[in-house]
């Protein structure tokens, strides 16, 4: 069978390598995991109590409306019940949305740099990624991306991850109200991917939900995997007019999300306690490493997530390889365009301080 070139130039998404295959190949005991900006805090106590009351009805097939979940998180977004739809991790509704809404031939578009799961997912139904070019400090140049919107007739759909990962930039309310001045005329939709919302510190930072109140064409995903502890259960959530969750609806897999994982959601958004440790952790973790860089000369770019990307000054495999071997697995990022850089998250303090010890003897020689 001919495979399509599209799918055929397709890269695997690739994810962070996993603590017990480095153990086993470098014959490790200890490995530290800061390459998937995933919560160090370990799980909720919470989510654990709501996991364990739930495990005894696992025979059962699970709630396919989400009820519970539903009301939980229209509670936690302050949205109506019915302008929430579900997806097993925010990348599968992408994939719904991508699906949906674009024909082969047309085109999504986002910036060079950006999260790789879009292209992903269009390349995997025959529909071409457009990339606008990124600004010289990283950040998505808007302004470029509206003049692509207005003379590429093929693009359906715009994603706007804010902040990015893995650079961390994020678009001001400035620039995203102008962006919406073309945008918001289109028969398209802008999807803003707010994984990371709970971490921005930036006062500009434009909200979402104000903008989507007053341009319907506006989806905002949320993802459960982050800032609540949850990326090993898969929540993604869109929030989206009533109508357009109706059509989403009717591709979504009817158990698309488990009912341990609709446990753990409920228990999850009425920890406030969790967020807010976790929030506090990850800003003065992000302010430890951007004086530790500073201190040891590496250039990074300031992070509105729960990591920061960094220039090793080598080649991104190499530098790896080279604190993998000290038992330090960080993201190498060559496939999103960033030859010599790292992307490290943030982890609890004590981890923190062992990454840049490790990152000095690597790269500093002390
Ligand atoms: C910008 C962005 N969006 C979405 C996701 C994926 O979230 P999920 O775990 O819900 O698929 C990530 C995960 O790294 C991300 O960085």
């Not at 609806?249 to 009425?270: D, E, G, M």
Request: proline letters at 7%; one cysteine or more.
């Amino acid at each position: 069978m001919i495979v399509p070139k599209e799918i055929a130039s397709l890269m695997p998404y690739q994810p962070g390598k996993p603590i017990s295959e480095t153990k086993r190949e470098l014959g490790l005991s200890q490995v530290y995991k800061l390459a998937s900006n995933e919560s160090p805090l370990g799980p909720s106590p919470r989510v654990l109590a709501a996991l364990a009351q739930a495990l005894p009805e696992i025979h059962r097939y699970p709630d396919g409306a989400c009820f519970e979940m539903r009301q939980a998180l229209a509670q936690h977004y302050q949205v109506p019940p019915d302008w929430l739809i579900f997806g097993n991790g925010s990348d599968e509704l992408v994939d719904m949305m991508v699906q949906i809404y674009c024909r082969p031939g047309e085109a999504i578009l986002t910036s060079q740099g950006a999260f790789s799961a879009y292209e992903i997912s269009a390349k995997s139904v025959l529909v071409t990624p457009l990339h606008a070019p990124l600004t010289a400090d990283l950040r998505f140049d808007l302004k470029a991306m509206a003049s692509m919107l207005k003379s590429d007739p093929r693009i359906r759909m715009v994603f706007l991850p804010n902040p990015n990962n893995p650079t961390g930039a994020y678009f001001t309310d400035g620039e995203f109200a102008q962006f919406m001045m073309v945008a918001g005329q289109k028969d398209i939709f802008v999807v803003l991917d707010e994984a990371y919302l709970e971490f921005v510190r930036a006062k500009d930072y434009p909200v979402g939900r104000e903008y989507q109140k007053r341009y319907p064409n506006i989806l905002l995903l949320r993802t459960l995997s982050k800032s609540f502890g949850l990326a090993g259960l898969r929540i993604g959530v869109l929030i989206a007019p009533p109508e357009i969750c109706a059509v989403i609806n009717r591709v979504r897999k009817p158990f698309n999300i488990n009912s341990l994982a609709q446990a753990a959601a409920v228990a999850a958004v009425a920890d406030h306690d969790y967020v807010q440790r976790l929030t506090k952790l990850t800003w003065s973790g992000l302010d430890y490493f951007y004086a530790q860089l500073t201190e040891m000369g590496f250039k990074f770019w300031p992070s509105q997530g729960n990591f920061v990307l960094f220039d090793t000054g080598v080649d991104g495999d190499e530098a790896f390889q080279k604190l993998l071997r000290l038992g330090f697995i960080l993201r190498p990022v060559k496939g999103y365009g960033f030859k010599t850089h790292l992307r490290l998250s943030v982890g609890l303090a004590e981890e923190n301080a062992l990454v840049i010890q490790a990152i000095r003897k690597a790269f500093r020689g002390c």
